[in-house]
């Protein structure tokens, strides 16, 4: 008998899981935890000959919700030609995310583009415009925009617009609020942060007000001529686009920002926190704002000994982490609501690793809801010699806990998320909702780029939902396989009757399967198996499968592996007697592709290689075995 569970394909797997089937380079992903416990993927692609945004959602075990494409779901479809680049995407308060980006649709000048955004369910329906809506009609915005929930299905958008002079400077910031339809609701074109004009004002940030308005902080250029510094300016708009911190808007770190790279979140009390970089210090400062534009940290804010990114610790504070290449180093601080820095010394995330060349996103800082962060970055530690090289960069992450410590279960060097000889890199981060991440970045490892997630739970653990891939039982024994993860130990359990029994513990080999072969069983009866595994301190099961032992060999077929494959299999099967057997390979429309007796082989259970002569397209393919009168059937797939 032939039990077949999950496709190895659909669930977490160790080095990650492919997000995408798609046949374009992938690039720049995003993450955004959904309603209904999965996370939305984004990123931009050039399957069409141009360059699109495409999105996929991962159920919880790490496979593409039921509906959803395999090749991930194009977010404005029927646009024609043009660019479509740089994809954020925020919750819509029901589940469902919306998504937003840069479009060449409708430029309104040299190198100025418009920001289109679309609004998708968990089903994957579009719930705006098929072909998105546009933020503004001019199509004057350059390079850089931020994008924020308002909590009722709509979005806040702040960004660079260049319609004073397009293709030239000065940029001013503008904003605009669309609500829960996409229906534009401060003017055609949004309205500026500001009134200040003659100076740029560079990639703006936005969080919601809690009060149906916005936050935005922006690098403002008024004092570079005098003081060769870049500003962090901040304005408040309430819920009509009214500014509230004065019409040439707040000075919120002045004289501090040579670099003037800028990060916001909300504190969650009608405030917001933002973090200013200094490329003179290789620092920062952090600085609290009240809902009145009030300084809550000082007059200075609190330094930083770093710049990377920033996450809220959930109660009014921040995580901040950055990399530190000259000490191969990650480090993380923590500033709570009052700004006091509580961990004395930053935390080291990469431990005492001297290969490590650190490559941190803002995006892979993500809370762990209980006052700690997974910080995810790329990681050269694996490259040759004295100094490693970014083609082999790995995936590794780390978990701090609110007093500052690495956590229980954490390697103190990180936990190897991906290592896998070749190149990965651009790490975004999102909570899983149960103290884990889930992590996804570009991954160089087949012929062009791909995305590629993974899950770590919050001890640690590189989540793998173990999949079922065959049981066959023959006379005196039973063969079980399951697809597994490298970095995982599972216990196998037995069950005979109504009493599961814990029979011995089993790890995956190389290639993430996990096998066993039970031969202490009795013809006639029925045996129950399933794996164990300890997870956020539980113990799950997965890959459940009830088999028949029979007192004569039957005719059995085992899912051929690898599966997916590069059409090149081993084929497991059993044979009942030595009459002629065939095994046939077809492709979905019934045409034949291979033909192989193995008859001659006699009875018994039996290996073979299946090589076809012709290169196989990628598609799903159907295997069967013949013999006599019978006939047992298994599907693979031809991976791209």
Same mark, same amino acid.
């Given at each position: 008998?032939?039990?077949?569970?999950?496709?190895?394909?659909?669930?977490?797997?160790?080095?990650?899981?492919?997000?995408?089937?798609?046949?374009?380079?992938?690039?720049?992903?995003?993450?955004?935890?959904?309603?209904?416990?999965?996370?939305?993927?984004?990123?931009?692609?050039?399957?069409?000959?141009?360059?699109?945004?495409?999105?996929?959602?991962?159920?919880?075990?790490?496979?593409?919700?039921?509906?959803?494409?395999?090749?991930?779901?194009?977010?404005?479809?029927?646009?024609?030609?043009? #660019?479509?680049?740089?994809?954020?995407?925020?919750?819509?308060?029901?589940?469902?995310?919306? =998504?937003?980006?840069?479009?060449?649709?409708g430029s309104g000048g040299p190198s100025l583009d418009n920001i289109y955004l679309q609004r998708i369910d968990t089903a994957g329906n579009p719930l705006w415009l098929q072909a998105g809506v546009a933020a503004m009609a001019l199509g004057t915005a350059y390079s850089c925009f931020g994008v924020a929930s308002d909590g009722a299905g709509g979005v806040f958008l702040a960004w660079e617009d260049g319609r004073e002079s397009p293709g030239r400077s000065p940029y001013r910031a503008y904003a605009q609020h669309l609500d829960a339809s996409g229906?534009?609701?401060?003017?055609?074109?949004?309205?500026?942060?500001?009134?200040?004009?003659?100076?740029?004002?560079?990639?703006?940030?936005?969080?919601? +007000?809690?009060?149906?308005?916005?936050?935005?902080?922006?690098?403002?250029?008024?004092? #570079?001529?005098?003081?060769?510094?870049?500003?962090? *300016?901040?304005?408040?708009? +309430?819920?009509?686009?009214?500014?509230?911190?004065?019409?040439?808007?707040?000075?919120?770190?002045?004289?501090?920002?040579?670099?003037?790279?800028?990060?916001?979140?909300?504190?969650?009390?009608?405030?917001?926190?933002? !973090?200013?970089?200094?490329?003179?210090?290789?620092?920062?400062?952090?600085?609290?704002?009240?809902?009145?534009?009030?300084?809550?940290?000082?007059?200075?804010?609190?330094?930083?000994?770093?710049?990377?990114?920033?996450?809220?610790?959930?109660?009014?504070?921040?995580?901040?982490?950055?990399?530190?290449?000259?000490?191969?180093?990650?480090?993380?601080?923590?500033?709570?609501?009052?700004?006091?820095?509580l961990w004395g010394s930053p935390v080291v995330c990469s431990g005492a690793t001297p290969d490590v060349y650190p490559f941190l996103r803002r995006h892979s800082i993500a809370p762990d809801g209980a006052g700690g962060a997974i910080i995810a970055w790329g990681d050269t530690r694996s490259g040759p010699g004295m100094f490693p090289r970014l083609e082999y960069a790995d995936v590794y992450a780390q978990r701090v806990t609110a007093d500052g410590a690495v956590a229980p279960g954490w390697p103190t060097a990180g936990r190897a998320i991906c290592?896998?000889?070749?190149?990965?890199?651009?790490?975004?981060?999102?909570? &899983?909702?149960?103290?884990?991440?889930?992590?996804?970045? $570009?991954?160089?490892?087949?012929?062009?780029?791909?995305? *590629?997630?993974?899950?770590?739970?919050?001890?640690?653990?590189?989540?793998?939902?173990?999949?079922?891939?065959?049981?066959?039982?023959?006379?005196? $024994?039973?063969?079980?396989?399951?697809?597994?993860?490298?970095?995982?130990?599972?216990?196998?359990?037995?069950?005979?009757?109504?009493?599961?029994?814990?029979?011995?513990?089993?790890?995956?080999?190389?290639?993430?399967?996990?096998?066993?072969?039970?031969? &202490?069983? $009795?013809?006639?009866?029925?045996?129950? *198996?399933?794996?164990?595994?300890? !997870?956020?301190?539980?113990?799950?099961?997965?890959?459940?499968?009830?088999? +028949?032992?029979?007192?004569?060999?039957?005719?059995?077929?085992?899912?051929?592996?690898?599966?997916?494959?590069?059409?090149? #299999?081993? =084929?497991? #099967?059993?044979?009942?007697?030595?009459?002629?057997?065939?095994? $046939?390979?077809?492709?979905?429309?019934?045409?034949?592709?291979?033909?192989? !007796?193995?008859?001659?082989?006699?009875?018994?259970?039996?290996?073979?290689?299946?090589?076809?002569?012709?290169?196989?397209?990628?598609?799903? *393919?159907?295997?069967?075995?013949?013999?006599?009168?019978?006939?047992?059937?298994?599907?693979?797939?031809?991976?791209?």
């Open positions: 008998m032939v039990n077949a569970g999950v496709p190895a394909d659909t669930a977490w797997t160790g080095n990650g899981v492919r997000v995408s089937n798609g046949v374009g380079a992938e690039n720049q992903p995003t993450l955004l935890r959904s309603g209904a416990g999965g996370t939305f993927v984004v990123w931009w692609d050039d399957r069409d000959g141009s360059l699109s945004v495409h999105a996929q959602h991962l159920s919880s075990t790490g496979s593409p919700t039921s509906g959803w494409p395999a090749e991930g779901l194009k977010i404005a479809d029927g646009t024609g030609s043009g #660019f479509q680049e740089y994809p954020q995407l925020v919750p819509d308060g029901s589940g469902g995310a919306v =998504v937003a980006w840069m479009d060449t649709r229906q534009r609701l401060w003017g055609a074109n949004g309205v500026p942060l500001s009134v200040e004009t003659g100076d740029d004002q560079f990639c703006p940030r936005v969080v919601p +007000d809690d009060a149906g308005g916005l936050i935005a902080s922006w690098t403002d250029l008024r004092r #570079f001529a005098v003081s060769g510094m870049r500003d962090i *300016y901040a304005q408040r708009l +309430d819920a009509s686009g009214t500014r509230l911190w004065g019409d040439s808007a707040l000075a919120a770190c002045i004289g501090t920002s040579s670099g003037g790279a800028t990060e916001m979140v909300s504190d969650d009390a009608g405030g917001a926190i933002i !973090e200013s970089c200094c490329t003179a210090t290789g620092g920062s400062v952090v600085q609290r704002f009240g809902p009145t534009g009030t300084r809550l940290w000082g007059a200075s804010g609190v330094p930083i000994s770093g710049c990377g990114g920033i996450a809220p610790d959930g109660s009014g504070g921040v995580i901040a982490a950055w990399g530190v290449p000259a000490a191969h180093e990650v480090r993380a601080e923590r500033v709570n609501a009052s700004g006091t820095a290592t896998l000889d070749s190149l990965q890199g651009l790490v975004a981060t999102v909570p &899983d909702g149960e103290g884990g991440a889930v992590i996804a970045w $570009e991954d160089d490892r087949g012929l062009r780029r791909n995305v *590629y997630a993974a899950r770590v739970t919050a001890d640690g653990i590189v989540a793998t939902t173990l999949s079922l891939v065959s049981a066959v039982a023959v006379p005196g $024994e039973v063969r079980l396989r399951w697809s597994g993860s490298e970095v995982l130990t599972a216990m196998l359990y037995r069950c005979v009757g109504s009493r599961w029994l814990a029979i011995t513990g089993l790890l995956p080999d190389g290639h993430g399967l996990i096998e066993y072969v039970d031969t &202490d069983v $009795e013809a006639g009866k029925r045996y129950g *198996y399933r794996l164990g595994v300890r !997870e956020g301190g539980l113990e799950r099961f997965y890959g459940e499968t009830w088999v +028949d032992v029979p007192s004569v060999l039957q005719l059995a077929l085992e899912t051929p592996y690898p599966n997916p494959g590069d059409a090149d #299999f081993l =084929v497991a #099967f059993a044979l009942p007697t030595d009459q002629p057997a065939v095994i $046939e390979l077809r492709d979905v429309a019934g045409r034949r592709i291979v033909v192989r !007796e193995v008859g001659d082989l006699g009875p018994g259970r039996h290996t073979i290689r299946l090589r076809p002569e012709i290169p196989l397209r990628p598609a799903v *393919y159907f295997l069967r075995l013949r013999q006599g009168g019978s006939s047992v059937a298994a599907k693979l797939t031809i991976r791209s």
